[in-house]
């Protein structure tokens, strides 16, 4: 049985902004997924299956929408990327459209965050100058770990299927959620809208430092949902099913919860390998986790983002998030996690 923890992170320099007086906005149910199996970089095969099992499920019952499909050739860079943070961008045609509730990527991640130095403590690690550092756990040698720093993450596409594209979400031109009732806070206009995105994909966060990797990607999205693989050498599996078991929850219960909803579904994942703590698999290619990341103005409304939204809220603009202010997260390890912690002091 996976174990779940919950973390709160406090002390973000606060941007408020007050939504008081808002009108009230259409709901916002669409349903945009987004996969890639043909690359030329690494061949995958079961990305377009898992997004359409999480989107077919989803779509199986009322309540969502569908919204874009975009497969392989058909997925672009530029469907990530915002054109009001100063580059190329068409994410509100595609990835972050108005009117949509949940937005899922399954493809290729870089896992160039993990390095093959050895370390005892987070001091031991090599500085680099700018960048943040851990010593995650060792895959191979449980008393030690490996230096890994807060490389921006990435997803990859294969727009030509001769030459793979990564898009930096930590510092580049990615920035989701923003309408005109989340506001401009985030610096890209207000004609996005989606609420909860899911990036699927390899090495999606580091653990411990998700707010330098994550913190310029919002921009109104309530939650957002990652792999994380917990040790160094760990990754996500190239899974058919993943969708699918976040999927089951909402129709299960549409009352439930969204972010442990995306936590807890990786105890219905299958395929994997091992973890050297025990348990291992559920999607995970050694030890990993689960994780649903939400930003907010303050306390109380990022632990209810977190840990209490459900898939019907989500629908409504103005649970959007209302600024940055304080980090909440959540997740459920495929191990025992709090007794085996992911990184050396």
């Not at 979400?169 to 995105?197: C, I, K, L, Q, R």
């Not at 997260?329 to 025992?336: F, G, R």
Request: net charge negative; hydrophobic share 35%.
């Amino acid at each position: 049985m996976a174990l779940r923890s919950r973390i709160i992170l406090l002390g973000l320099l606060i941007l408020a902004k007050c939504l008081t007086g808002s009108p009230a906005r259409a709901a916002e149910t669409g349903i945009t997924t987004e996969a890639v199996d043909n690359y030329s970089c690494g061949l995958l095969h079961n990305n377009k299956a898992n997004a359409a099992n999480f989107r077919n499920r989803m779509l199986s019952v009322s309540g969502f929408t569908a919204g874009a499909l975009f497969t392989d050739s058909s997925v672009y860079p530029t469907d990530f990327t915002d054109p009001d943070r100063g580059v190329s961008g068409a994410d509100t045609f595609n990835f972050d459209r108005p009117g949509d509730a949940i937005a899922y990527f399954s493809g290729h991640g870089v896992c160039d965050d993990h390095t093959n130095t050895p370390c005892t403590s987070q001091a031991s690690c090599p500085a680099m100058s700018g960048i943040q550092q851990v010593c995650l756990r060792d895959s191979e040698n449980p008393l030690q770990g490996r230096c890994a720093y807060g490389i921006p993450r990435k997803i990859v596409v294969d727009q030509t299927g001769k030459s793979c594209q990564s898009v930096d979400y930590t510092s580049g031109g990615v920035a989701w959620g923003e309408d005109p009732t989340s506001g401009g806070w985030g610096h890209a206009a207000t004609n996005g809208g989606v609420n909860f995105a899911v990036i699927d994909n390899s090495c999606g966060i580091t653990p411990s430092l998700y707010v330098a990797e994550l913190l310029n990607t919002f921009a109104g999205v309530s939650t957002i949902g990652l792999i994380m693989p917990t040790t160094v050498e760990s990754d996500a599996a190239d899974s058919a099913d993943r969708g699918q078991a976040f999927a089951a929850i909402y129709i299960a219960n549409p009352n439930s919860a969204v972010g442990p909803a995306w936590a807890n579904a990786i105890n219905s994942a299958t395929s994997g390998g091992s973890c050297q703590f025990g348990g291992g698999g559920h999607g995970i290619v050694g030890c990993g986790a689960n994780i649903a990341i939400s930003l907010e103005l303050d306390p109380p409304r990022v632990e209810w983002a977190n840990w209490t939204e459900t898939w019907q809220q989500l629908m409504n603009p103005a649970n959007d998030g209302a600024g940055q202010g304080w980090m909440a997260w959540i997740y459920t390890c495929n191990y025992d996690c709090n007794t085996h912690a992911f990184i050396l002091p």
